[in-house]
């Protein structure tokens, strides 16, 4: 079991950045792969993106690429989202979440989550 706390959601302008981070704890992570998720009211969780672990090879939904990028610090155990060009729509509680062994955008093949980061973008 991997062990998820995310922080550095808060208010921000329209067309402005915010990092978010994820420090894990727990396993060893060589077999991990770590997502962000997020879930705005009334609407289902959705991929936002992903890494894996031992390469670094990353994962990013349509609506994000360009403007998102995920990077982990394997000295700090910790997953960062950084978030530029922000839009209302991207207004929504996000979610640090890990599996092993293979990459998945389904919310459902995670198997660890952290307790969410709100993030709201004003227009």
């Known amino acids: 079991q991997v062990q998820l706390v995310e922080s550095g959601g808060r208010l921000v302008q329209a067309g402005g950045s915010l990092r978010l981070s994820c420090a894990a704890s727990?396993?060893?992570?060589?077999?991990?792969?770590m997502g962000w998720f997020r879930q705005a009211p009334g609407k289902e969780r959705e991929f936002v993106a992903a890494?894996?672990?031992?390469?670094?090879?990353?994962y990013y939904a349509d609506s994000v690429k360009g403007r998102f990028t995920i990077s982990r610090d394997d000295a700090k155990n910790t997953v960062y989202l950084q978030m530029n060009s922000l839009k209302p729509e991207d207004t929504a509680v996000y979610y640090c979440?890990?599996?092993?062994?293979?990459?998945?955008?389904?919310?459902?093949?995670?198997?660890?989550w952290g307790q969410g980061t709100q993030v709201t973008v004003s227009s």
């Open positions: 979440a890990a599996k092993w062994d293979t990459y998945s955008d389904n919310p459902q093949r995670y198997d660890s």
């Open positions: 727990g396993r060893t992570f060589s077999r991990l792969y």
């Open positions: 890494i894996r672990w031992s390469t670094g090879s990353t």
